[in-house]
């Protein structure tokens, strides 16, 4: 039980796993946004420049219509008038083609920020299998997302009925318009529906949005032992770690043992505390502490004191206070100068030296 509990998917995804997937193409990204984002970019030209974009087609229909009877649609002729009007759409068009392409990068970078990888594009054995390819066919992602289609569907084509409802009693007065009056109107009436359509695209993409962080989310989470092995990636493995600290206290304490012999004197308290310090008056500006230790690495400083002739002094009070305010290599606090003083003054004395 506890290792079927081990595997299932219970853990959020980690950073790593998330910047993995971010690698691999796989991101949170509703293409309800992107739709909604050139909706409303296209819309936008229609309404600030589509009087000009209608101007200008008018304009270039009328100029044909009025010199069909001279067109001569043969050879080069026939060559330069496909090209100029083709030059005429895509004047009239590079507004609005402008806006979509700006909405649409807009769109992906806002939702995705800016990702370059090839990997999604990458060929892989199991995409040409027959049966993974029905599984996903039929699969409850699928059928998802043929319920959003047909709800969104709906949602629109409910929103431009309720439009086009409201216009319903104005239609039978059409009758009585100009040509020029009904175009007018049916292009108003257009735009609004646009408009709350548009509406409605900003609330489906929303709610898409937050179900494809949801659904990123569900298809990355991790068991708790995916969890604890990519801890121990990240970290390496805590037995490996446990070593090296080990071996790296041991070098910490061969090197600080190597100083012992050098120091001038080792101050005990006199059991469980040993702290050996040294003094080179042309060097140094105040006594250094080279090796400190308590029970059993203060036995070992004290018995490498004796086997090099390192004068040992029993000062409890001086040891504890050393012990607590220094590291090794650290000097003698300003407030305990006195006190070492008089312990080296003591061992000069005892070996018969000045300094």
Do not use: C
Not at 329 to 339: E, I, N, R, T
């Amino acid at each position: 039980m506890a290792e079927k509990s081990d595997q299932e998917k219970t853990e959020k995804p980690t950073g790593k796993k998330l910047s993995k997937a971010r690698e691999e193409g796989q991101v949170i990204k509703s293409q309800e946004v992107s739709t909604a984002f050139i909706f409303l970019g296209a819309l936008g030209v229609f309404l600030f420049v589509g009087p000009w974009m209608f101007g200008q087609l008018a304009d270039f229909s009328r100029g044909i219509f009025q010199n069909l009877g001279t067109l001569h649609l043969e050879g080069i002729s026939a060559r330069a008038f496909l090209l100029e009007v083709f030059q005429q759409i895509a004047l009239v068009m590079t507004p609005l083609l402008v806006v979509v392409l700006i909405m649409g990068v807009a769109a992906n970078l806002l939702q995705v920020g800016f990702l370059f990888t090839l990997k999604p594009f990458t060929p892989k054995i199991s995409k040409f299998n027959p049966i993974t390819g029905m599984k996903k066919f039929v699969s409850l992602k699928s059928l998802v997302e043929l319920l959003k289609s047909l709800v969104k569907i709906s949602f629109i084509g409910g929103i431009s009925w309720l439009v086009l409802r409201g216009e319903l009693d104005t239609i039978p007065s059409l009758i009585e318009m100009s040509v020029g009056q009904i175009l007018t109107y049916i292009g108003t009436v257009s735009l609004k529906m646009l408009f709350y359509v548009g509406l409605g695209m900003i609330v489906l993409a929303a709610i898409d949005f937050s179900y494809q962080r949801w659904q990123h989310t569900k298809d990355l989470m991790m068991s708790k032992e995916e969890v604890k092995d990519e801890a121990k990636q990240s970290e390496g493995d805590p037995q490996i770690k446990s070593r090296i600290r080990r071996a790296q206290r041991e070098m910490a304490m061969k090197r600080m043992m190597e100083s012992v012999p050098d120091a001038d004197v080792v101050i005990t308290n006199p059991t469980t505390l040993a702290i050996a310090v040294k003094y080179d008056a042309k060097a140094m500006f105040a006594p250094q502490i080279v090796a400190k230790g308590a029970k059993l690495v203060a036995e070992r400083i004290k018995n490498v004191a004796r086997e090099n002739d390192v004068t040992i002094v029993e000062n409890k009070p001086l040891a504890q206070a050393l012990f607590k305010s220094t590291e090794i290599g650290d000097f003698v606090p300003s407030d305990l100068y006195k006190a070492v003083a008089e312990v080296l003054a003591y061992v000069y004395k005892l070996k018969g030296m000045r300094k």
